[in-house]
């Protein structure tokens, strides 16, 4: 069982910056897929930023302006949202995806405001 535990988020005025955490109780690296994906109110969850087959894959809404990296030691994934807009607003979720098997932090509110 691993639990994600997510940080960070918070409201920030349109063009500004917020940095989010994901802590891990064990190791998600050996996971197929493992990052972050956002759900807007009334919208369905997407996928933002991950880490697959060992690469990053961003949402183009977010290329250029979010970056993903890991800290293997401290089992810990982050993501650096720069350039914020208000349809970044968004519950954002820790994930690690393997086949059948997915753990997902509670969330962490990030509201941009215009």
């Known amino acids: 069982q691993v639990q994600l535990v997510e940080s960070g988020g918070g409201l920030v005025q349109a063009g500004g910056s917020l940095n989010l955490s994901c802590v891990s109780s064990g190791s998600i690296f050996s996971f197929s897929v493992m990052g972050w994906w956002r759900q807007a109110p009334g919208k369905k969850r997407e996928l933002v930023a991950v880490i697959i087959s060992g690469g990053p894959k961003y949402a183009d809404s977010v290329k250029g302006r979010f970056t993903i990296s890991t800290d293997k030691d401290r089992d810990t994934v982050y993501l650096e949202m720069n350039s914020l807009k208000p349809e970044d607003t968004a519950v954002y979720f820790c994930?690690?995806?393997?086949?059948?098997?997915?753990?997902w932090g509670q969330g962490t509110r990030v509201t941009v405001s215009s």
């Open positions: 994930g690690a995806v393997s086949g059948a098997l997915s753990y």
